[in-house]
Structure formats: C-alpha cells, structure tokens
C-alpha cells in the first residue's frame, strides 16, 4: 500500500565516533526542464526532513541522484555519460539512484545498462523516495520504483535555494497526446493539486521572502479541468493568487493553445501582479505537420489567441517552443514555420530538431527530412528568431522597465533580475542607502542591448 503523506525515516542511521547519529550526506544532478529542476528541490526537502544533509562534491555524497530528462536523446546521452562518470567516483557502500524521466523510460533496461545503479525512481513517485533508499540501505539489490503505482497527488516538502523566486507545483502529469512526446508516458495522466493546498504553500513561501513564484504544470492554464472536485479553472486558482498579501509577481508554464480562455487573458490584463509573459508552444507553423503532431490547433486558432493577448495586453511577452524536421517536414511546411515566427512577433523561442521518442505515437514513422536538412533548417530558424529577440531588445533601450532583484553583488554594485516580461537585466546601482536587497524591485533605465544582455542603470528603488 502507498502511504497517503510522504514517509519520515530517519536516514541517520550510522554511529560516528562520539557515539552521536552521523547523518547521511547527499548530492543531487539535476538535467532537464524547470519541473525537474523543482522535483530534485523537492527530493532535497524529503533527504533533509529525514536528516540527510546535502554537499556540494558528489565525492563526498553517501547518496548521489541523478535526476535525469528523456525528451530528447541528447538528453539520454547526457545523462548516461554522467552517470558513466559518477559510478566511478561514488562512495563504496553509498547508494546510486537514477530518478527522473529517463529512469521512467528505462525502468529495469538501465540496471542493465549501468548495474552499479541502485535505486530507480519515477518523476510522480518522488514522496517514494525514503522508503526505497531504506531498502536499498538494508542491502536489497536493484530497486525498481518505476513500477509502483501511481499515488495521489501530493507535494513534499521542497527544499529551495534561498532568494526571490519559487516554483511551485499545482498540476503533475499530462493528458494531451502529441506524437512526438514522451512526457505523458513517464509522468503519467493529468493531476491538479487541491487549490487550498497552493495557496499554503505559497503564502508560507511568503512568509520565507519569496516575493515571486513560479506556477508549474505540463498543461498549467489546463488546471482544474478534469477534476469535478472544486479546483476551478486556472484564472481562478490566479485570482486567488493574487489575494496573497507581500506577493509581487506570479508567472506560469506552460501553457497549451488548446486550454487557452478569454477568461485567462481578462485575468491576467485585469491583475497587475501576473506578469505580462506568455509561454505558449506553438511546434510548428503549418496545419498539416500540427496535425500529424496531434496537437489539436490550428495555426489559425493559435492566431487568434495571439492577437487577442497583443491587443488586450500591450507590452506583452510571447515565447514559444517550435520542432524542426518532424515526420513528412517538407521545405514548404518549414518555410510556414518561419513566416509564423516573424508574424507572431516571438519574443523568444526554443527550437528543437525532432528526436523520435520510443514509445511514443510517431516513433515508428521514419519520414524524418535527412539528417543535415534538418541541421540547416534549425540554424536558419534560430538565425531569424535571433534577429527578432536582438531587434526587441534593441527597441528597448531608453525605456525605463521595472525590475525583481534576482542577486545583488556588492563587490560590482550590479543587481541582476527579471522586467515583468521576463527578459534578464544586469542593473549597475549606485548610490543608494540600504542597497536593493533580493526580492525588491527597482526602477531601471535601460541603457544597451547585446548578445551578452541587457543592461541598465537604477533609478529608483521601490523596495
Ligand atoms: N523531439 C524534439 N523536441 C521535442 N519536444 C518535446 N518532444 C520532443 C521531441 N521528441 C520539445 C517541444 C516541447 C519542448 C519542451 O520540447 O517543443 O514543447
Ligand atoms: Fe521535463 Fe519532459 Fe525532460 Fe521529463 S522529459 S524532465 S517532463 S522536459
């Protein structure tokens, strides 16, 4: 039976000398996107609860993770190598654990793969994780915690680097069934997490000096659509949101065309604490490969969500992620993609080559363009996306924005942080007693724009 709350064992099981507990140490890899970046947050919250203390060096690590991403085969490679690297470094006796999507992916094939691997643990089977690293400990080989059923929906304790921003999870899992992707096969179906629950976890992260979060899900502006069980749309878990007191900017990611509402464009025009930044993938500009990619839009429907966001929130951000050389592309197809970024006016946008997943709907296609027309196309899409974001941030100069301070460093007089459009700015300040301090926002003019940045001059602190 799983347990209904994440289980609390002491991990500090090994006598020092003196005779007093000697707590197990740990260290955590982490690949992949900013849900994986928030699972090992939370894996660390479940370690120091059970008294385990994270270090720095995996050499000095009792317990080392590797929180791996299998979206793309890169991603594989990346991880495989380093887990390659620290199985010959771990401490003799300690425990080797593969966690993530590509441990989901996998299951037992990576004992065989790597057998110095101890321990493997999906991405929703996280409050798992101290039950299964007992087992391990009292000797038991190869534990495979991919294979367990999925639970219900919890958060376990995170535990976050200190600063302005959180993430904070309110949806796990996705329903959506593009046929290019592995997420719905490792994380599982679509949960949305009870709203009360956020708003406790946002209003303690409050209480810490968050002054930021950031609200994660796979299909986030999808919450509460499936649950009969008084969640409620996105815009009104926002709207909640909203009502924290000493919370300044609330963000989210990533949003699906297909759950977008008028609704969460009115919200996020109406209140001036959801900051004007859209994430909203596109994939592709052209209806026939959306279609054999099952994403269920067209581009004229991803259009009209476009148009409406410029027009009802001026100023605001769009970003995207777009695929090159999926199943069947044809140059015609690609250049659609190119003439969508330019019309879409993209702030930014990740852009990837189509990687065929295993097990996943389009992975027994093999209508893939050759290999080097797809190289080429990427590198003329990220010429023109390149182009685009320089010539937005160029437009910046002069203007004055207003900036979260993310890190202050007194050695440089330099604050670094975000506008509300999320483009990052190195802030020279001078002059000012007490100096910004993480979590304040400033006034900044904006002087210069490059490759390297954006860079401005405070004006004001608004504290
Ligand atoms: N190949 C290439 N890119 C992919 N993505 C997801 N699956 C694949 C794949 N098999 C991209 C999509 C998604 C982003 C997180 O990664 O653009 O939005
Ligand atoms: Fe995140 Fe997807 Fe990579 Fe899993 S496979 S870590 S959900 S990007």
Partial sequence: MIPSEPEKLNLNTKESRSGAPHPKT????????????????????????SGAIPVENPEEAEIILVNTCTIRDKADQKALSDLGRLRRIRKEGGILAVTGCMAQREGEELFRMVPDVDLLLGPSQIRNLIPLIERTSSGEKHVDGTVLPLPEMTTPPAFRPEGATAFVTVQEGCDKACAYCVVPSTRGPERSRPVEDILQEIRDLVNLGYREITLLGQNVNGYGKKEMNGNGAFFTLLQKIHEIPGLKRIRFTTSHPVDMSEALVETMKSFPRIMPHLHLPLQSGSDSVLCRMRRGYTVEEYRYWAKLLRREIPGISLTTDLI???????????????RAVEEFRFDGAFSFIYSPRPSTPAYALDTMPPRDVSVKRLERLQAQIESQSSEI???????????LVEKWDPETGVAIGRTPQF???????????????PGDLISVRIESSSKTGIRGTAIRIIG
């Avoid at 941030?393 to 900036?403: H, P, Q, Y």
């Avoid at 483009?423 to 301090?437: A, D, E, H, L, Q």
């Fill in 26 to 49: 740990f260290f955590i890899k982490t690949f992949g996107c900013q849900m994986n970046v928030h699972d090992s947050e939370r894996m660390s919250g479940l370690l120091m609860d």
């Fill in 393 to 403: 941030n160029r437009l910046m100069e002069g203007s004055i924005v207003e900036v």
């Fill in 324 to 338: 090159v050389g999926f199943c069947g592309e044809t140059e015609e197809e690609f250049l659609e993609t190119c």
């Fill in 423 to 437: 483009r990052n700015v190195k802030t020279k300040v001078s002059g000012y007693t007490p100096p910004p301090f």
